[in-house]
């Protein structure tokens, strides 16, 4: 599936450098701009579910933690 990216407000200073690159590379513009992205998405690694809950984990490590069977506890009791 082909799709469409518009990237408007770019410096002057910038597409020099993406036109000269393209020139290097015997691409046009629009084509070094879609390699550039390829490559810079190609490198992204998508985390884990590990890595993901280490992080949740380091971000709520400062609250205070209500163990569930306490709020089980709690809520059965308030029936």
């Known amino acids: 599936m082909?799709?469409?990216l518009h990237v408007?407000?770019?410096?002057d200073e910038l597409i020099?450098?993406?036109k000269i690159?393209?020139?290097r590379h015997g691409r046009s513009a629009e084509a070094e701009h879609r390699e550039i992205l390829r490559q810079a998405l190609a490198a992204e690694v998508d985390p884990t579910f590990d890595d993901l809950a280490a992080q949740l984990r380091k971000?709520?490590?400062s609250r205070k933690q209500t163990p569930s069977e306490v709020l089980l506890r709690e809520g059965r009791d308030e029936r």
Not at 8 to 11: E, G, K, P, Q, Y
């Open 16 to 18: 020099a450098k993406l």
């Open 21 to 23: 690159r393209a020139a």
């Open 2 to 4: 082909a799709g469409n």
């Open 59 to 61: 971000l709520t490590a």
């Open 8 to 11: 408007r407000n770019l410096d």
